[in-house]
């Protein structure tokens, strides 16, 4: 089933919606999830309560790409019960790893004037993306933003893992060239 | 980097950015239009960008770019780039099969995800075709007579993969078909560019042999060199007394691009070392640096199994990009079965250290793997870490040879 007739059944106030975006979805939704949680019983609630937000808040909202607006509405749902757990639950899920991942090339700011950079940082980043190719872009916001494993993501994209490791590697290899080339060095960041 | 700061990044992300990803994860098209993705600002002109492109996608569902010579990716030259597929994306292909015989064996099918693979084969003219896919039944006339014929449309669910229709017609001689096309990827390999519908390998039989497929690797190693071989007939010009090369005939290799209507014959004769292709009965001779002689050769390795293939860990594979040959510029990136070819002629040679020699003009050409680069200067001198060696055995000019067909035939100027 295509998004528009997703979003033409949630406009409709069907609740065959549910089900049908469940169907489309409901994996990836419940990968991104769990790995952010690291807990499938939370990872499931954070679903639901996904589910429910994107049923109140359509209509009015019309989302053009149905499953990027979902998911969008699960990886907050998932953070937001991340942050209210995160005292017992510090290092579960993908996000350590991720994060680990990506400190290698964006060094942390640890003062005001550094932090006054995140903005920047945020901008450089997405002109860099601008620069990949649909497929290295794919994979990079597949890992870093879906919060997606490299399995998870050759399973998708029908790659080899070693293959999605190996693209993910590359564009941090090139963010990282790009961001010192923009002027965030590992002295400035 | 803190939790709380890497996740601000991530949340900064332009919405053009997930969206494009989550559609492709799940094969949607991103719609062309200028309604917003209402949860995070999006920067619009970019946005249209990116959904005119995977529009294109949709639209172009029966023309699949299909890349070959990445082996290690476990995909072969039928994989179809998933976001081809849409789902509810009308399906449609025309796809005219001759010579469907027991030999040659048309098939059809379609593969989901974690699903059983559907889908048909048709054995023999007459046989029945049919296929029954997630979304769609149908099923596809048979004609009869030695040919097939059929044309099939449907809808075909997300991540979908089309494997194989396989022909077999040999009528003319070019290279590049509107089926397959050899061009040089992003990365430097050497890819078919197969179109949907079609199988592109490269198949070779010599005589009282039977034929051997070659790999994706190996098949668009062979087409680089027919690509490379620029051809004028020369007839029986070259052959004493205007004799009939037949007559001198002494051993004739068959390479044939399945799926295409490409075949050439390989010919070598007794009289002189000749090396002609054959074509449709006409006989030609290479003008370029013997690439009738480097397919011969390569093509033997292959027949003989004396191809030495090196095996990588599965963490180690995505490194294949640091085995590279180079003249300076453009370096070729090689796959796994040539950086072994490569790697067994290195070990052949047996290399004495000599005093830096007078060193040619136009400049080395490099052979890296990675570990060690060697820079060839002629047949027999290498240089490997400043220190000069001459080579004895002929290993080292076997392996000039072999890198010069990756670099066009020629030593740069």
Known sequence: ?189 | MKESEYLDLMNGLDARYPEEAVSRLSGNAIPDSETAFTAVPVTRTPRRIFAGVMTAFAAAACVFAVTVLLPKLGRGPESVNPASSQPGTDFERETAVTDSTEENPVSWAHTMPGETEVGCTDTAPGDAVATTLKTHNNTMPNTGEGAVEYTTSGAVSAGATVTGVTSNLYTTTVIETPQVKLVQNKLGYYVLEVQAGYHASVRIKAEDQPAFTLNASQSAHIVKLMADEKLEPCGDKIMPSGASPDKYLDERLTVELIGTDICWELSRFKVADLNLIQVDGVYYQGKTADAAKQIRQYAQYCMDGEEFVIHLPADYSGYAVIFTIACTQNPVILSQEDTGYILKQMTEAKLTEIPTPELPCGGPISVNLGFTQWDIYTEDIVSIDNKFYRDSTGALAELERYALGFLGGERPE
């Open chain 1, 1 to 189: 089933m295509e998004d528009r007739e997703i979003t033409a059944m949630f406009q409709a106030r069907d609740e065959a919606a549910i089900s049908c975006a469940m169907e489309q979805y409901g994996a990836l939704c419940l990968t991104v999830a769990y790995n952010i949680l690291g807990n499938r019983g939370d990872a499931e609630e954070c679903v639901n309560d996904a589910l429910l937000r994107v049923w109140q808040a359509i209509p009015p909202a019309r989302p053009q790409v149905f499953g990027a607006y979902l998911l969008t509405a699960v990886r907050h749902a998932a953070l937001d019960r991340r942050r209210e757990t995160l005292a017992e639950r510090r290092g579960a899920g993908q996000i350590p790893a991720a994060l680990d991942e990506l400190s290698d090339c964006i060094p942390a700011p640890d003062d005001p004037e550094r932090i006054l950079d995140a903005r920047a940082l945020r901008d450089t980043l997405n002109r860099f993306l601008q620069t990949l190719t649909p497929d290295a872009r794919t994979v990079f916001v597949s890992r870093y933003w879906l919060c997606l494993n490299a399995g998870e993501i050759a399973e998708r994209m029908l790659w080899s893992g070693a293959r999605v490791k190996m693209s993910l590697s590359r564009t941090r290899k090139k963010l990282k060239a790009y961001l010192k080339k923009e002027g965030f060095s590992d002295e400035r960041i």
